[in-house]
């Protein structure tokens, strides 16, 4: 059997549709049709049934997804190991971090790094879903989280804060009911709403904490962001409430296989400086508050 053939078919058996596994793959719809085949051919058996709602699996593929997977698992160990290995300053790193994150904390300190190791092709990867390192995806992350999976390896460098934000105008002009700006997913009276906020209206629910940011900035209304955003853009104030830390701290991560790689050691230790520096800045010791209360 061809390994190659063998990613198509697991990600035909995950994914449920030709178009599903394309995307997964980065590859054309008809290349996936033409692989299952090929592995059909070769096996001398039909692995999936179609239907309006997509492929599933015929007992022949379910005999065969488990065995699959552990091939799957062993591949990227090898590939884990060989990097391992790899004692140059030279060669690809992918680093997988937030925007926001990368936007006002990193990008702007990673010249210096660059320029020092010309050698290393940094890559950054900033999506919303998680990139997954396991499966060498990615070789360093900065993730916001409360606490990383136990498969990586890692330090917390300190916890998120935050504050309650606003701009000059809407403190200035305040309108007779206090306008917030919430996450989609929050309930309007979240904690930080009933004890700051009062009597309050959602004007404005966005799925994004930099968009959070820009709207409160244009006087829609208080918003809860973390200080490193919220002290950083334009056109906003901080107002003078006091914010327990969050549970959620800021985490460099990597696979335990990729530790002693030169490379990913390298700029581990240069992320690790950068956001020292920025301690002030992350724990929110930076900002001038505004003394003006909406309650």
């Known amino acids: 059997m061809n390994w190659n053939d063998l990613k198509y078919f697991l990600a035909l058996a995950r994914e449920g549709t030709i178009s599903g596994a394309g995307r997964l ?7 996936v049709a033409r692989r299952i085949e090929a592995l059909e051919i070769s096996l001398g058996t039909r692995l999936f049934d179609k239907s309006r709602s997509g492929y599933s699996m015929t007992q022949a593929a379910e005999n065969l997804y488990q065995q699959v997977v552990s091939m799957e698992e062993k591949v990227h160990t090898i590939n884990r190991q060989a990097a391992n290995q790899d004692s140059a300053l030279a060669g690809p790193l992918k680093l997988t971090i937030a925007f926001e994150l990368a936007n006002r904390l990193i990008i702007p300190k990673m010249e210096k790094f660059c320029e020092r190791f010309p050698d290393i092709d940094m890559q950054l990867l900033m999506t919303k879903s998680l990139v997954d390192l396991a499966a060498m ?15 990586l390896v890692g330090h917390e460098i300190m916890k998120l804060h935050h504050g309650i934000y606003a701009s000059q105008e809407h403190l200035h002009y305040r ?13 309007k009276r979240t904690d930080w709403v009933k004890k700051y906020a009062g009597d309050s209206e959602v004007s404005l629910r966005v799925d994004d904490v930099g968009s959070m940011a820009v709207a409160a900035a244009n006087g829609f209304g208080l918003a809860k962001l973390p200080c490193f955003i919220g002290d950083t853009q334009p056109g906003l104030v901080r107002l003078d409430f006091k914010i327990p830390p969050s549970d959620w701290g800021i985490w460099i991560l990597n696979h335990v296989e990729l530790r002693t790689t030169a490379r990913v050691r390298a700029c581990k230790e240069h992320l690790v400086s950068v956001l020292e520096s920025q301690r002030d800045l992350i724990t929110g010791n930076l900002s001038n508050f505004a003394s003006d209360r909406t309650d």
């Open 175 to 187: 309108p007779k009911k206090t306008k917030v700006v919430l996450f989609q997913s929050e309930n």
């Open 137 to 151: 995806e990615a070789d360093l992350a900065i993730r916001m989280t409360p606490s990383p999976p136990d498969y």
């Open 25 to 31: 793959l980065n590859v054309k719809h008809t290349t």
